[in-house]
């Protein structure tokens, strides 16, 4: 038997190439062909860069999607369904939006694919393949191993993903992950970490943590770490800032190697964090005496915020890239809001009128980079805008400088 997987792009603009940064593994991909059975062979395309060749036979087409790729996920499922090809559909937005999927699949997988997998593979065999699949309790990470073979002769750039857990334990209102997890966090055997690490070491320069929230649990954290440490590897990943507040799990990031971190400081204002449900952002005296514990042991931020809550105006964003200059951050990101399916943020919005589209990741009126929604105090248009001043502001040479210095 022969399975395509695919990794769909979040859309092709005619006559670009798509941002080379973007160019990186897809590790749901190789998770899935891990799983699969020495029996089937697989091919992988990738739909950032390269074409899809439709006409070439196969057995089945599996699909990982997320709500900023299903539009395009449904038009390649569309091309190979034609073909009278079955189709199977997982990932995030798979599992927020089952109803949706399985308009566009014959088999919709729903929840984490290692407890349904070998199933979904006997069932294509007999050709007796499921509507949905779904996954009613979670395993334990003990037996992940990511096959990249599947991705010989593709240009990535030379960083390897690393999965050290999954999940997140807070409930942050515009979470997907939350959503997803139930704000449930689980994490990876240390030597099964360090293993695949070392596998790695001489392909890549240096190691992303993909994980939602690397100290979700920070006693495994702190192991993982100082396993790590004499390891002679680089990495960075993305946590909460409460990491702050623990000296040791900051001495370990150090000496373990890490470059950096991406935190999501969200916004400057109080009142927006509580309707986030984000208040400890703002615990043990706030974001300045964070960062003063970060810098102490030299880990360089990539801060992001967002924009289109409820007490955002004109000013938020001129005072947020002063904030972000003065602090010297490494990089930053001002995004506005987006309000993923399934979470607490859509349901509210939705429930108020205030949704400029539906089902937003469909429309044919949708742009990537639009404001799906109506903020309060600010048009969408202006979020919109604002968000780009912002950009320009903090990466021009004046604030490069003054940064660097």
């Known amino acids: 038997m022969h399975l395509t997987m695919i990794h ?7 006559g670009s190439k798509y941002i080379r940064t973007w160019q990186m593994e897809s590790l749901p991909a190789a998770t899935i062909a891990g799983l699969t059975p020495d029996d089937v062979d697989i091919s992988f395309y990738d739909d950032r860069m390269e074409k899809i060749p439709y006409h070439l036979p196969t057995d089945a087409v599996v699909i990982s999607i997320e709500t900023y790729t299903a539009k395009r996920a449904y ?58 699949y779904r996954s009613e309790k979670r395993l334990g990470l003990e037996n992940i191993k990511p096959d990249r073979s599947i991705f010989k002769g593709k240009k990535y750039l030379p960083i390897g993903l690393i999965e050290t857990g999954r999940g997140c334990p807070y409930s942050c209102d515009f979470c997907a992950i939350a959503s997803f997890f139930d704000s449930s966090h689980r994490s990876r055997p240390v030597d099964d970490i360090v293993q695949e ?28 770490m100082r396993a790590l440490i004499g390891l002679n590897v680089r990495w960075i990943t993305q946590m909460s800032i409460d990491g702050a507040w623990d000296d040791e799990l900051l001495e370990l990031m150090d000496r ?31 974001y300045i005496k964070a960062l003063e514990k970060l810098n102490q042991y030299n880990i360089r931020i990539y801060a992001t915020f967002v924009f289109g809550y409820d007490h955002d105006t004109r000013e938020s964003f001129e005072e947020t890239v002063k904030f972000a200059i003065e602090q010297k951050f490494y990089i930053a990101a001002f995004n506005h809001l987006t309000p993923f399916p399934s979470t607490p943020l859509y349901e509210k919005l939705k429930s108020e009128g205030r949704m ?50």
């Not at 890549?204 to 702190?222: C, E, Q, R, T, Y």
Request: glycine residues 6%.
């Open 8 to 14: 769909p792009a979040i859309g092709h603009k005619k």
């Open 75 to 132: 038009q390649i499922a569309s091309q190979y369904r034609k073909r009278k090809i079955p189709v199977i559909m997982g990932g995030f937005h798979a599992t927020l939006m089952p109803e949706e999927v399985t308009q566009y699949a014959e088999a919709v997988v729903v929840g984490e694919a290692e407890p349904l997998w070998a199933q979904v593979i006997e069932d294509l065999k007999k050709s007796n393949l499921q509507r949905v």
């Open 197 to 224: 690490i070392l596998s790695l070491k001489k392909q890549k320069n240096v190691f992303f943590f993909v994980d939602d929230n690397f100290i979700g649990n920070k006693k495994h954290a702190k192991e993982l």
């Open 256 to 286: 373990s190697g890490c470059m950096g971190v991406l935190i999501g400081f969200e916004t400057l204002n109080s009142d927006n964090l509580a309707l986030m449900n984000k208040d400890f952002n703002a615990s043990h005296g706030g």
């Open 356 to 405: 400029i589209y539906s089902n937003w990741w469909l429309d044919d009126n949708y742009r990537y980079n639009d404001v799906p929604f109506n903020p309060k105090n600010l048009l969408p248009q202006e979020i919109t805008d604002l968000c780009v001043e912002s950009r320009y502001e903090f990466y021009s040479v004046k604030s490069i400088f003054k940064r660097v210095l």
